[in-house]
């Protein structure tokens, strides 16, 4: 800070001397017998609405002429001092040329020297000599300013001025290189306790300690700036601040850089006391940062680690040390030292990782900061320590495995330590997962126990999250390493128990693993060799009743020891029902002919049960001759078997025979009427697609013309019922084109294509099968009647309202010739099709299409009259064009009127719907004065006024 940055001082004398001065001349004016106050005539105080502002140079005039005056000695002192501050006051405020500036500034020197000359004991002297030596200073006088602060502070050693002074005075001698006398000056500042300038005089100071090489007391008073600077001894804004410790810290790294850095910065720390108390933490680490990042900036690396390190080792306890760990391990890796990263971040884990002190006693703030890097660290070190285990000799595994585990549960411990939440980064981390390798790990390193309970507590868990394996993958290790265990030969009863234990909760709990099929089969196959039959009946269903996917070969195996089991034990209804069971998988020649033997055998037993009657008897021989196939009696036994089905009502049951009697039989004379049975049990089952289909075989197939035909029309409508639309509309477009006879089926076939075509949007298919609607009904007339009359009828209706759409879509347009004709076309089409329908007499449809016929003429005129006019007609022209559209669209609103007065004379028929009233509606529109009379007068009105 210069000394013309404080001006503030100067500004309270002067107005001290304003004061005083102002007092001098009025004692003056008392001395020269003017006018006194109580001289002056009264006036009306209530004028002085308020004191009028006296400018400066009111003053500076009015202090002119006193002086001129010739006022007392003393008067004209105060005023000669009262002027320099004036013109000093004025000069600082405004904004001069240089060269006027520079003038002005001599002429306050000038102002000052005579003061000082003429007047050398006034108490305002200080105040003088300050601002002399300031102006000399703004003149560029160096010398003459310093001259001036050496008077100052020798005349006045205990000036307000005083720190200022000496700061100046100090700021000439460092500038002149004179660092001792500059050293003097500021220490001399830090004495006077000046608070505005105790930061710059300090940090000056060490600058003039650095430039004599006295590194260490450099160092101390920069260290002692920046203890200023964290205690908030000054408090310039934060942006301030901020900048002054950058600079105060990068000087400081500069000396430290000088010395033994880390080792002179360690001992500076311990050298300078922070007043009474320790330094903090967050200071201390800012030091060793920025001399870290000032000697990599000169590319001195390995001094600069050496900074990191030393913090570290003596703050290892701290969050902060952990930071600087980790700017160590950055550097490597930026520096492509992989060999160092590694043995930085193994320094890391072991510094602050589950197994050290700083985790012990760290809050849950610092925790969360490392747990990232911990995470980061140790998975790479377990999982790269895994995959050497890997592929390593089996001879050297084991070793390898057992030191990986420690890695594996230090990871766990830090993931899921209490005192910290889920944070995102352990998002990326999976705890099962890991547990799953570090079970991995202790089966590698022979840990069997370990590794059991681990695979165990995974395999059987609530709740899983993993993606490395399955709680299924999991508990069949389990499984495998407890059967490993079970059958070693020093086996003991609690491992063979235990392996028993974990087959049946893999099976119970992980049916869907592709092995506990074949695990249940294995405890199955265990009661077998025991004889214990009733077990083996009980297990059974475990394996036979597997939930998808399923192996076959494992369910047959399981369903022969049933059966063999159901035999040993005498239960031979049961005993066949499994057989025959089994008989339907695929199975070796061999085990078939044996179990087709034992069927066979099953079956006889129970012929030969006492008091059994003939009919149950019956049944038995008839399930006997379908075990062979061969049997001559088989095919009669099972269509009776049929026939008594159905009459008990087992349709079902009678349908599945019936296939199987129709494919095992194709060439039986049986099989008509079997098929006809078929049909009628698909029927009374309700199940109309398989219904139809057989009914399209019958029409296909079927020698007789009209079984054909009445197979073909029940299968469309079985079809239709089915919801199978597609094969429905085959099915009636097939009958209808092959069928015209008999009439009134025909046109219900043609009915219904026109109703599934209009599900599927095709238009097209419609109208044609409308028009055969319409052209069989007209050729078939003496074979209609009203149902056939009224499909007829609404299908011309329907294509009238087509050609109506085609009709209102053709604009009249030049040339009107071509265009009114292709209009006219549609129109006559249109009311031919609408005729046609009203011919049939369908009352509800004829008000409709005498309507649409009137509309038709109607919306003719008005296309007419609304037709583009031909381009280049003159106003005489155009109103003849215009009187001949007229002419052209009256008789057509003619018709129109005439039609919809048809219409309403339906009413006298007693009939009314929309279509009569919408006609009347639009008579009243076209004719208000018979039809819409109030309206009419209104009009008139309207005319009239």
Same mark, same amino acid.
């Given at each position: 800070?210069?000394?013309?940055?404080?001006?503030?001082?100067?500004?309270?004398?002067?107005?001290?001397?304003?004061?005083?001065?102002?007092?001098?001349?009025?004692?003056?004016?008392?001395?020269?017998?003017?006018?006194?106050?109580?001289?002056?005539?009264?006036?009306?105080?209530?004028?002085?609405?308020?004191?009028?502002?006296?400018?400066?140079?009111?003053?500076?005039?009015?202090?002119?002429?006193?002086?001129?005056?010739?006022?007392?000695?003393?008067?004209?002192?105060?005023?000669?001092?009262?002027?320099?501050?004036?013109?000093?006051?004025?000069?600082?405020?405004?904004?001069?040329?240089?060269?006027?500036?520079?003038?002005?500034?001599?002429?306050?020197?000038?102002?000052?020297?005579?003061?000082?000359?003429?007047?050398?004991?006034?108490?305002?002297?200080?105040?003088?000599?300050?601002?002399?030596?300031?102006?000399?200073?703004?003149?560029?006088?160096?010398?003459?300013?310093?001259?001036?602060?050496?008077?100052?502070?020798?005349?006045?050693?205990?000036?307000?001025?005083?720190?200022?002074?000496?700061?100046?005075?100090?700021?000439?001698?460092?500038?002149?290189?004179?660092?001792?006398?500059?050293?003097?000056?500021?220490?001399?500042?830090?004495?006077?306790?000046?608070?505005?300038?105790?930061?710059?005089?300090?940090?000056?100071?060490?600058?003039?300690?650095?430039?004599?090489?006295?590194?260490?007391?450099?160092?101390?008073?920069?260290?002692?700036?920046?203890?200023?600077?964290?205690?908030?001894?000054?408090?310039?804004?934060?942006?301030?601040?901020?900048?002054?410790?950058?600079?105060?810290?990068?000087?400081?790294?500069?000396?430290?850089?000088?010395?033994?850095?880390?080792?002179?910065?360690?001992?500076?720390?311990?050298?300078?006391?922070?007043?009474?108390?320790?330094?903090?933490?967050?200071? +201390?680490?800012? =030091?060793? @940062?920025?001399?870290?990042?000032? *000697?990599? #900036?000169?590319? !001195?690396?390995? $001094? /600069?680690? %050496?900074?990191?390190?030393?913090?570290?080792?003596?703050?290892?306890?701290?969050?902060?040390?952990?930071?600087?760990?980790?700017?160590?391990?950055?550097?490597?890796?930026?520096?492509?030292?992989?060999?160092?990263?590694?043995?930085?971040?193994?320094?890391?884990?072991?510094?602050?990782?589950?197994?050290?002190?700083?985790?012990?006693?760290?809050?849950?703030?610092?925790?969360?900061?490392?747990?990232?890097?911990?995470?980061?660290?140790?998975?790479?070190?377990?999982?790269?320590?895994?995959?050497?285990?890997?592929?390593?000799?089996?001879?050297?595994?084991?070793?390898?495995?057992?030191? +990986?585990?420690? =890695?594996? @549960?230090?990871?766990?411990?830090? *993931?899921? #330590?209490?005192? !910290?939440?889920? $944070? /995102?980064? %352990?998002?990326?981390?999976?705890?099962?997962?890991?547990?799953?390798?570090?079970?991995?790990?202790?089966?590698?390193?022979?840990?069997?126990?370990?590794?059991?309970?681990?695979?165990?507590?995974?395999?059987?868990?609530?709740?899983?999250?993993?993606?490395?394996?399955?709680?299924?993958?999991?508990?069949?290790?389990?499984?495998?390493?407890?059967?490993?265990?079970?059958?070693?030969?020093?086996?003991?009863?609690?491992?063979?128990?235990?392996?028993?234990?974990?087959?049946?909760?893999?099976?119970?709990?992980?049916?869907?693993?592709?092995?506990?099929?074949?695990?249940?089969?294995?405890?199955?196959?265990?009661?077998? @060799?025991?004889?214990?039959?009733?077990?083996?009946?009980?297990?059974?269903?475990?394996?036979?009743?597997?939930?998808?996917?399923?192996?076959?070969?494992?369910?047959?195996?399981?369903?022969?020891?049933?059966?063999?089991?159901?035999?040993?034990?005498?239960?031979?209804?049961?005993?066949?029902?499994?057989?025959?069971?089994?008989?339907?998988?695929?199975?070796?020649?061999?085990?078939?002919?044996?179990?087709?033997?034992?069927?066979?055998?099953?079956?006889?037993?129970?012929?030969?049960?006492?008091?059994?009657?003939?009919?149950?008897?019956?049944?038995?021989?008839?399930?006997?001759?379908?075990?062979?196939?061969?049997?001559?009696?088989?095919?009669?036994?099972?269509?009776?078997?049929?026939?008594?089905?159905?009459?008990?009502?087992?349709?079902?049951?009678?349908?599945?025979?019936?296939?199987?009697?129709?494919?095992?039989?194709?060439?039986?004379?049986?099989?008509?009427?079997?098929?006809?049975?078929?049909?009628?049990?698909?029927?009374?089952?309700?199940?109309?697609?398989?219904?139809?289909?057989?009914?399209?075989?019958?029409?296909?197939?079927?020698?007789?013309?009209?079984?054909?035909?009445?197979?073909?029309?029940?299968?469309?409508?079985?079809?239709?019922?089915?919801?199978?639309?597609?094969?429905?509309?085959?099915?009636?477009?097939?009958?209808?084109?092959?069928?015209?006879?008999?009439?009134?089926?025909?046109?219900?076939?043609?009915?219904?294509?026109?109703?599934?075509?209009?599900?599927?949007?095709?238009?097209?298919?419609?109208?044609?099968?409308?028009?055969?609607?319409?052209?069989?009904?007209?050729?078939?007339?003496?074979?209609?009647?009203?149902?056939?009359?009224?499909?007829?009828?609404?299908?011309?209706?329907?294509?009238?309202?087509?050609?109506?759409?085609?009709?209102?879509?053709?604009?009249?347009?030049?040339?009107?010739?071509?265009?009114?004709?292709?209009?006219?076309?549609?129109?006559?089409?249109?009311?031919?099709?609408?005729?046609?329908?009203?011919?049939?007499?369908?009352?509800?449809?004829?008000?409709?299409?005498?309507?649409?016929?009137?509309?038709?003429?109607?919306?003719?005129?008005?296309?007419?009259?609304?037709?583009?006019?031909?381009?280049?007609?003159?106003?005489?022209?155009?109103?003849?064009?215009?009187?001949?559209?007229?002419?052209?669209?009256?008789?057509?609103?003619?018709?129109?009127?005439?039609?919809?007065?048809?219409?309403?004379?339906?009413?006298?028929?007693?009939?009314?719907?929309?279509?009569?009233?919408?006609?009347?509606?639009?008579?009243?529109?076209?004719?208000?004065?018979?039809?819409?009379?109030?309206?009419?007068?209104?009009?008139?009105?309207?005319?009239?006024?």
């Amino acid at each position: 800070m210069s000394l013309f940055q404080l001006r503030q001082p100067a500004l309270l004398v002067s107005l001290s001397l304003c004061s005083a001065l102002l007092a001098g001349c009025a004692s003056e004016q008392r001395l020269m017998a003017r006018p006194g106050l109580a001289d002056l005539p009264a006036f009306d105080q209530s004028i002085l609405q308020q004191a009028p502002a006296v400018t400066e140079q009111q003053l500076d005039k009015l202090y002119q002429q006193i002086l001129a005056l010739a006022p007392a000695e003393a008067t004209r002192q105060k005023i000669l001092y009262r002027l320099s501050q004036l013109h000093t006051s004025q000069l600082e405020r405004q904004t001069l040329p240089a060269a006027q500036e520079r003038d002005a500034l001599w002429q306050l020197v000038q102002r000052y020297q005579q003061l000082l000359s003429e007047y050398p004991q006034d108490p305002n002297n200080e105040l003088i000599r300050y601002q002399l030596a300031r102006s000399y200073d703004l003149l560029g006088e160096q010398q003459a300013c310093l001259d001036q602060l050496t008077i100052l502070l020798q005349q006045y050693p205990d000036s307000a001025f005083a720190a200022e002074a000496w700061f100046r005075l100090a700021d000439i001698y460092y500038s002149r290189a004179a660092y001792d006398q500059a050293l003097q000056g500021y220490l001399a500042v830090l004495q006077t306790g000046e608070h505005s300038l105790q930061a710059q005089a300090r940090y000056m100071a060490g600058w003039s300690y650095f430039k004599q090489q006295q590194f260490e007391r450099a160092d101390e008073q920069f260290l002692q700036l920046l203890d200023s600077l964290y205690s908030d001894a000054i408090t310039p804004a934060d942006d301030s601040r901020q900048s002054i410790q950058q600079e105060v810290l990068r000087t400081l790294s500069i000396s430290l850089s000088y010395q033994a850095q880390a080792d002179s910065l360690t001992a500076l720390i311990e050298r300078v006391s922070f007043k009474g108390n320790q330094r903090p933490l967050p200071m +201390v680490a800012q =030091l060793y @940062q920025a001399l870290a990042d000032f *000697l990599l #900036e000169k590319q !001195l690396a390995a $001094a /600069a680690l %050496a900074s990191y390190a030393a913090f570290v080792e003596r703050y290892p306890g701290s969050v902060l040390a952990a930071r600087m760990q980790l700017n160590i391990i950055s550097y490597h890796l930026s520096d492509a030292n992989a060999s160092a990263a590694l043995a930085a971040q193994q320094q890391y884990i072991s510094l602050f990782g589950p197994s050290a002190a700083f985790w012990q006693q760290a809050d849950s703030t610092a925790l969360s900061e490392v747990q990232p890097y911990l995470l980061q660290y140790l998975d790479y070190f377990a999982r790269s320590g895994y995959a050497n285990a890997q592929s390593l000799p089996q001879a050297q595994q084991q070793a390898a495995y057992a030191a +990986v585990v420690p =890695l594996w @549960q230090q990871m766990l411990q830090v *993931l899921e #330590e209490p005192r !910290l939440k889920r $944070a /995102a980064v %352990a998002n990326s981390y999976q705890a099962d997962d890991l547990r799953y390798l570090l079970a991995e790990s202790h089966f590698g390193a022979k840990q069997w126990q370990a590794a059991l309970s681990l695979y165990t507590a995974l395999g059987y868990a609530q709740q899983l999250n993993a993606s490395l394996f399955s709680a299924p993958d999991a508990a069949y290790k389990a499984l495998l390493l407890s059967e490993q265990l079970a059958q070693s030969e020093t086996a003991t009863e609690a491992e063979i128990l235990q392996w028993q234990r974990q087959q049946h909760d893999f099976v119970r709990y992980h049916s869907a693993h592709p092995a506990a099929q074949q695990v249940a089969l294995q405890q199955l196959q265990q009661a077998y @060799q025991a004889k214990d039959y009733q077990a083996v009946l009980t297990l059974s269903s475990v394996v036979t009743q597997w939930p998808t996917p399923s192996t076959p070969a494992l369910v047959a195996e399981a369903q022969f020891l049933h059966c063999q089991s159901e035999l040993a034990l005498a239960q031979y209804s049961a005993a066949e029902q499994s057989i025959s069971a089994l008989l339907q998988s695929n199975l070796t020649a061999e085990r078939r002919q044996l179990l087709t033997e034992q069927l066979a055998s099953s079956i006889y037993q129970q012929a030969q049960l006492p008091a059994q009657s003939p009919e149950q008897i019956l049944s038995h021989l008839q399930r006997l001759q379908s075990v062979l196939p061969d049997s001559a009696y088989h095919q009669a036994a099972a269509f009776e078997q049929i026939t008594l089905l159905r009459q008990q009502g087992q349709h079902q049951h009678a349908i599945l025979s019936l296939k199987q009697f129709i494919q095992r039989y194709p060439q039986s004379e049986r099989l008509l009427s079997a098929r006809a049975m078929l049909l009628d049990s698909y029927e009374q089952a309700e199940q109309w697609q398989a219904a139809a289909d057989e009914l399209s075989y019958l029409a296909a197939n079927s020698t007789a013309p009209e079984q054909q035909r009445e197979a073909l029309y029940l299968a469309a409508q079985y079809y239709q019922r089915a919801g199978a639309q597609q094969q429905a509309l085959d099915s009636w477009r097939s009958y209808a084109n092959r069928y015209p006879q008999p009439h009134l089926l025909a046109q219900e076939a043609r009915a219904q294509l026109v109703a599934l075509y209009q599900q599927q949007q095709d238009l097209y298919r419609q109208n044609f099968w409308r028009e055969k609607i319409a052209s069989f009904e007209q050729q078939y007339a003496s074979d209609g009647n009203s149902r056939s009359q009224q499909l007829a009828a609404q299908a011309l209706l329907e294509l009238g309202r087509h050609n109506s759409l085609l009709f209102r879509g053709v604009a009249l347009s030049h040339p009107l010739n071509k265009s009114l004709k292709a209009k006219q076309q549609h129109m006559s089409t249109a009311i031919k099709q609408y005729q046609q329908s009203m011919q049939f007499g369908v009352a509800e449809l004829v008000s409709e299409a005498q309507f649409q016929v009137a509309e038709l003429y109607q919306q003719m005129a008005k296309a007419i009259l609304a037709s583009d006019r031909p381009k280049g007609l003159d106003e005489l022209a155009l109103e003849e064009y215009e009187l001949l559209l007229e002419e052209q669209a009256y008789p057509f609103e003619e018709q129109a009127i005439a039609i919809y007065q048809q219409n309403t004379r339906l009413t006298q028929q007693q009939l009314w719907d929309s279509w009569i009233a919408q006609s009347f509606e639009r008579l009243a529109q076209l004719l208000p004065a018979k039809f819409n009379k109030p309206e009419a007068y209104s009009g008139a009105a309207d005319a009239a006024y």
